[in-house]
Each structure stands twice: as structure tokens, then as C-alpha cells.
């Protein structure tokens, strides 16, 4: 078995200057959206929700925010730090929000500047009502962020149409890219928003130097010192996308969540996130069984060559995630996914029926 060579990632050639701007634009494309700018953060994509937050509070602003995970926490930690009065609207845990609990929230409050959430859940399977969210925010005028980081390539992400405002995306999910480099996109109604707070630069949190930066400057070399490395990787992800096509991406992923919701179900094994419409397409999580430990199950699986994930958060231990993001989004993978986990189930005395999820899983694929 050949081993890869280490020493092809030394020495790599500098990114263009001239090729920033064109694969901005290509991230545009994956946004659905010719009225926003992308910037890049020469980070992954956490670096780039933190300053986001720290970008758009100030005292005296009111946020509320959607925490459907640790990642939503973590959001509205940062808004506040930055002296928002952010009011948290939580779901059950690892499931994802009920509009009617964010709706509520905002009609206690008699004036909301931000409200933010996360699209898709990488950490729990869960998918938040991105349309309902969007219309409740823009009923109060709200700016209305969204950490896309899992979604981009899952999901649709239709950023005009839907009023976004600001919108935060990682590659490493289902565009099976690098996770050291990310990109924002934000409306011109945000970097107004932005615009008129004290900035706070010089800082890597800061989107207004940014924009001052690299966007007010022409899209020319960008600040700082690029990682090559992660701009070329990056460059190559959107290639394989672009070839597959967008639409094709999405759709590989909605059958592989269909094909891992029917499998587990088959096997006699009712998905953590019961309704299929509001389940991720990037993983599928299922209950860990009761007397057994998630940790010597996910071994157990390892064994049989298959990485099953842990929960995170709230429902670590509760759950384990069969991946099927990215390259991931495939019959082998899923079939994989699902026998290996029925068979350990099974060696363990449980009462599935791995030959019947085999079965549910090719037939989604027609196979």
C-alpha cells in the first residue's frame, strides 16, 4: 500500500493575488447571491464566527439567538462579550428549534437588532427552519445571521432570496475541503450595520478592516500572509464541485441522509431526529442504546473499519452520528455505516434485522 509523500505539501507556489477575487465570486455562486460581498478569514471557520459576533454587537444592541448546539452557545457568548443583550431561545437537546419558540421570544421584546442561528448541525443531526427564521427576522428588521459552516453544500443556501444578511461558511463539511480558510458573506444592509459601530481594529476579528482591506482596495492581494496551501486546497474543492455541479452535490447528500434515516429504521432503529424534514443532510444520528457506553460502541464499529462520531455537547454519549458529509455522501459509505453499526447492535444482543437494512439502503439507491 503506497503511503503518501509529506514533503509534496513543502514549498508550495503563492496563491495569485489575481485569483482572490474570482474565487470570491465562485462562493457567490454557491450562495445563490449577487448582492452580497465574500470575504475570506484566513482561519477555520469558528475564527470566522467569532468575528462576526465581535463585528456586529455593541452595548445597547438586542440580539436573540437560536442554540440548537454548542456552536449556537458559543455565538451568542461572543455577542454578548461584545456587550449585545443577547436572549437565547434553546431546543431540546439535539433537536432542532421550533420557529413558534423563536416567534415567541421576539414578541416579548419591543425591539430586536440581530437575530442569529445555525442553518445545518454537523454536531447532532439537526436542520433549523432557515426560511421561517429569515421571514421572523425581517419582520422585526432585524439583521439575520446565519453559521452555514455544515450546510454549504448540503443544503440550498438561497442568501437573496431569503434576506441573509450574514452568512458563514467552512469547506470541510459537505464541500469536502480544507478547514483552515473560510469566507463570509454579508449584505450591504450589514456593513452598514457594521459600518456605523466603533471599530475595534487592528484585529483578526475585525470585518470592517476587512472590507477596508481587501473589498475598498479592489479584491487585490489580501492582507497578511495567506496560507497557499489552504487557497489552493480550496481552489481545487470549488474545481470538484463545480464539475459535479452544485444542485448534484446537495442532492447526493439528501439521498444519502434518506438512504441512513431508512437503513437505521430497517434495522429496527428510530433516528434521534424523528421528522425527516428536520434532520440534517450531513449526518444521521441514532440513540445509543440503553445500558451501552458510546464510546465502547463507536470501538466496536471502529473494528469493522468504520468511524461512527460521537455526540457533542448535551447529547454526548446519547447519540452516535453516522458520517455521510462530503466525499462521505455515497452508498459505500452509508452501507458501511449502517451494517456496521446493526452487526455490533446484534453481537451485543439487540433485536435488529441488519439484512432488512440492507435492503431499505439499496433500495433508496436503486440498486
Known sequence: MSR???????????????????????????????????VFVQAEAILALEAVATSIARPGLVAVNVVTSPYGAWFGT????AGATVHQVSAAAGQPIEAAAVSACLDRLPHVDIVAAVHAESSNGALNPLGAL??????REAL???????SV????IDF???????????AQKGLAGPAGVSAVAVSAR????????PDFAPSSLSLAE??????????????????????WALDAALDRVEAEGIEQVIARHRQAARASRAGLRALGVEPWIAADDAASALVTSAPVPEGVHADALIADVAKLGVGLLPGFGEIEGKIVRLDHTGLHASFDAVLANVTAFGAVLERWGASVDVGAAVRAVREIYAL
Open 4 to 38: 503518501f509523500d509529506p514533503r509534496l505539501l513543502l514549498d508550495p507556489p503563492r496563491y495569485p493575488a489575481d485569483r482572490y477575487a474570482p474565487l470570491a465570486d465562485r462562493i457567490k455562486r454557491l450562495f445563490a447571491t449577487t448582492q452580497s460581498d465574500v
Open 78 to 81: 461572543w455577542l454578548a462579550r
Open 134 to 139: 429569515a421571514a421572523l427576522a425581517r419582520s
Open 144 to 150: 439575520f445571521v446565519v453559521d452555514a459552516v455544515a
Open 153 to 156: 453544500g448540503g443544503h440550498p
Open 160 to 170: 437573496d432570496r431569503h434576506d441573509i444578511d450574514i452568512a458563514v461558511i467552512g
Open 190 to 197: 450589514a456593513w452598514a450595520h457594521i459600518d456605523a459601530l
Open 210 to 231: 476587512l472590507k477596508r482591506n481587501w473589498l475598498d482596495r479592489g479584491r487585490l492581494a489580501l492582507p497578511g500572509t495567506p496560507p497557499a496551501l489552504e487557497f
